[in-house]
T-cell receptor
């Protein structure tokens, strides 16, 4: 499955580092999402972008900063993270048709470890 | 508010046996329901979805699920599992927020 790609696949960073996660979708979709998957917790929605505009921020701390320069690319900029931010970060995309009925397609995720 | 409960965190089963993974949801409005599968070190892949119409939904890899509005359930079933079905399965609901609310997942372990 190469419809949604994410880089890097693995990332180790210190609490003072700045890094970025990249997501690219090749499906012609117009909505993109960031989710966080932590051990023993349900997937949590972080951000939603619809036609490059952020439509939802699910009370995410400001040390996570999303960027959506166009409908095919989505970034998550990271700075001064905490060890509890270690998780699998999943990107997804969908085609806006009718609210709620869209199927979201996921990338393989970036596994982040904060030391 | 919507929520999803997957009652079993782990389900061990022998190869070629049937399996049912349970999912219950809570919502006061119409729902759209999804099952996703996550293989080790991979992202989520859509198995099947219920949007409207027939309450029995067939998906990929021989899986099916039945939407039961009165019991607010959307259980996933497969009549005969394979070793390759070993994975984590997530039930999700969408009621109009534009994003999915996921259950905590069920790890299916198929043993030879």
């Amino acid at each position: 499955e190469t419809g949604v790609t994410q880089t890097p696949r693995h990332l180790v960073m210190g609490m003072t580092n700045k890094k970025s996660l990249k997501c690219e979708q090749h499906l012609g979709h117009n909505a993109m999402y960031w989710y966080k998957q932590s051990a023993k917790k349900p997937l949590e929605l972080m951000f939603v972008y619809n036609f490059k505009e952020q439509t939802e921020n699910n009370s995410v701390p400001s040390r996570f900063s999303p960027e959506c320069p166009n409908s095919s690319h989505l970034f998550l900029h990271l700075h001064t993270l905490q060890p509890e931010d270690s998780a699998l970060y999943l990107c997804a995309s969908s085609q806006v048709v009718r609210a709620s009925q869209e199927t979201q397609y996921f990338g393989p995720g970036t596994r982040l470890l904060v030391l | 508010a919507q929520s999803v409960t997957q009652l079993d965190s782990q389900v061990p089963v022998f190869e070629e046996a049937p399996v049912e993974l349970r999912c219950n949801y809570s919502s006061s409005v119409s729902v759209y329901l999804f099952w996703y599968v996550q293989y080790p070190n991979q992202g989520l892949q859509l198995l099947l979805k219920y949007l409207s119409g027939s309450t029995l939904v067939k998906g990929i890899n021989g899986f099916e699920a039945e939407f039961n509005k009165s019991q607010t359930s959307f259980h996933l079933r497969k009549p005969s599992v394979h070793i390759s079905d070993t994975a984590e399965y997530f039930c999700a609901v969408n009621t109009g927020r534009r994003a999915l609310t996921f259950g905590s997942g069920t790890r299916l372990q198929v043993q030879p």
